[in-house]
């Protein structure tokens, strides 16, 4: 079972190097999944003692106030030999033997994390203590719960220390190791009472005696320790302490345990609980109750292991590859992207994607109703065929037919066509930009570009505006040249009017009128309603044939070329940029970059677990 522990430590190891030691995370993390031992005491306790106790060495800074600021995680390895040494996590491959310098590199390191100011952090201290006389074991020291914030602290600090304590131990996976000062009301103590509010039920709570040997003559820890005062499921544990005395005196260790062995076994209210009590017999139980838990955490780890391995790889596939180094992968990857805007945009004019059908509303719809909204009536009005009519004779009357009255009553009615042929074209020119926008923000690369990593355009904010600044600029060549066609052909309708039209209306004798009249007198009414009547049925078929052709002008012009060359100058422009302008168009967000790097990392860290726990899992 001892592979069981060390596993844990290497995973806690690894969680805190990602940054991921259960502090303010939104999600369950591999860390909070993890069993560990959590000791938790009030200031002044006797809690460093108990943690040097169980270590067989005196390696914790001491001092009045506040003295642990930062978690503690402390892994216990049993080694071989006889040489005892420590490591820092954050000082790999430096060994420590002489533990008064780990004492002095715990408060230097607690002070790197939180200034020389008394304030306290979540990020944890990693120190394993390789040892012979140790046995495996993982604790972490949490800040003494206190209720005065002393000078140079906040008045929050009090709320603070408990709110982290409280992070750790209520977790299920958590053992809580309370200890609290024989010499106390046990009702007062803030072990007791935190340790209560997450485990009511005292199910994962191991109960530490400590200063029994400090007690008032006449009084016992009898009833606590045998569970009578305060029921716990697991027995509780008396210890003795080290006395202020022999800390300052140095006094060994190994000779500190024989005497609190000495004291349990001479003491007759103890006597018959001597062989569970010391520190000794709790780090054997801690450890031995630390292997169960984590063995039937196996399971459980496994399974959030094997779910967070493919949210992982699923949103590691969703922000791609990170991007290549050299000028043709970057050119590569700049070209696949806007192939794939090129494809989704096509997909969207041709109905595979919503968007395209606003095109042929333009024509089916918009186009149409604007041509029956122009008043030919008042260009055909009674007042203005005349007009036209009479001026066009000049100072001789027409002979057989007025054609330069009948001319400039068409063209007059057809300039005007010209308004609603230009609105269809800036129409669907709006609805291809509009286009446009929807297929920058879909751009990513889908089953059609197997062998290309999932990129958005989004995801790189200066090609995306790149690419939509240089199809706005094709688009915009096409309106115009597409309005330049689209106007020849009203112009076209201006300039040469149909003669078959006019041949095949019948002829009246009398619609010359009387040559013996005046010229202002000798066109009556109904001639000149006739000429108005004949002009709006040239007009309209005239508007009939330019309901087809301007809609085919447009698609021709505009649609058809959106669709075949809609990125053309920008590839052509692309080919001659240098390795640090094709860079700058990939200039990824940093978070997205940062995101990616630290998914990664994560990943890594789970599939090595993922490993590590079958292959203990396997060997059970």
């Not at 009833?223 to 800390?247: A, F, K, T």
């Not at 001639?527 to 005239?542: K, P």
Request: hydrophobic fraction near 35%.
């Amino acid at each position: 079972m001892e592979n069981l522990i060390s596993l844990v430590n290497k995973l806690q190891q690894a969680c805190t190097a990602l940054g991921d030691h259960g502090e303010e995370s939104a999600l369950p993390t591999l860390w909070d999944s993890l069993p560990s031992i959590a000791v938790v005491g009030g200031q002044s306790s006797g809690k460093s003692s108990v943690l040097e106790s169980v270590v067989g060495k005196d390696f914790l800074p001491r001092g009045s106030g506040i003295v642990t600021r930062r978690p503690l995680v402390l892994q216990l390895h049993r080694i071989d030999g006889d040489r005892e040494y420590a490591e820092f996590m954050h000082q790999p491959r430096k060994r420590y033997t002489d533990f008064a310098a780990v004492r002095k590199e715990i408060a230097d390191e607690t002070d790197r994390e939180t200034g020389r100011s008394k304030q306290i952090s979540p990020v944890p201290i990693h120190l394993s203590i390789y040892s012979p006389y140790v046995v495996n074991l993982t604790l972490i020291d949490l800040p003494g719960l206190t209720k005065v914030a002393v000078e140079g602290q906040p008045d929050s600090i009090v709320q603070d220390i408990e709110n982290m304590v409280r992070s750790y131990i209520e977790k299920p996976n958590c053992i809580i190791l309370a200890v609290s000062p024989a010499n106390q009301d046990l009702a007062t103590s803030d072990a007791i009472k935190i340790s209560r509010e997450v485990d009511p039920k005292g199910e994962r709570t191991f109960g530490v005696l400590t200063k029994i040997d400090l007690m008032d003559k006449g009084t016992d820890a009898v009833d606590i320790l045998e569970g009578r005062s305060y029921r716990l499921q697991h027995p509780w544990v008396g210890v003795v302490n080290r006395s202020q005395q022999d800390i300052n005196k140095n006094v060994d260790m190994i000779a500190a345990r024989r005497r609190e062995r000495e004291y349990f076994s001479s003491t007759p209210e103890y006597k018959h609980l001597a062989p569970r009590m010391g520190s000794e017999y709790l780090a054997k139980m801690l450890s031995k109750n630390l292997e169960q838990v984590i063995k039937s955490r196996i399971p459980g780890l496994q399974s959030l292991i094997t779910k967070t391995i493919a949210e992982l790889e699923t949103e590691l596939n969703r922000l791609g590859k990170p991007i290549a180094n050299d000028a043709g992968g970057k050119l590569y990857t700049i070209m696949e992207i806007c192939r794939m805007f090129d494809s989704i945009y096509k997909e969207h004019l041709d109905g595979v994607r919503p968007g395209g059908e606003k095109v042929y509303h333009v024509f089916d719809n918009q186009f149409p109703v604007a041509i029956k909204r122009l008043q030919f009536d008042k260009q055909l009005s009674m007042e203005n065929v005349r007009k036209l009519i009479t001026e066009a004779d000049g100072y001789q009357p027409h002979l057989i037919a007025p054609e330069q009255g009948y001319r400039r009553l068409i063209e007059s009615c057809l300039v005007s066509i010209r308004g609603p042929a230009e609105a269809a074209v800036d129409a669907v020119h709006a609805i291809l930009k509009d286009l446009v926008r929807k297929a920058i923000n879909e751009t990513h690369a889908t089953k059609l570009v197997k062998y290309l990593s999932p990129q958005e355009l989004k995801q790189f904010p200066t090609l995306r505006v790149e690419v939509g600044n240089a199809a706005f600029e094709s688009l915009d060549r096409m309106r115009d040249e597409s309005k330049k066609n689209t106007l020849k052909l009203v112009d076209m309708e201006c300039s040469y009017l149909t003669v078959d039209f006019f041949r095949k209306l019948p002829q009246d004798v009398e619609k010359g009128g009387n040559p013996s009249h005046s010229i202002f007198d000798r066109y009556n009414d109904s001639y000149l309603r006739r000429i108005g009547q004949t002009v709006l049925s040239y007009v309209n078929m005239v508007c009939a044939t330019l309901r087809n052709s301007i809609p085919k002008s447009i698609v021709y012009c505009q649609v058809r070329e959106a669709k075949r060359s809609l990125l053309d100058h920008f590839f052509t422009e692309l080919g001659a940029r240098e390795m640090k302008q094709l860079s700058k168009l990939l200039d990824e967000d940093p978070a997205v970059m940062e995101r990616r790097t630290n998914l990664a990392k994560r990943l890594e860290l789970y599939r090595s677990a993922q490993a590590e726990i079958d292959a203990v899992a396997w060997s059970k």
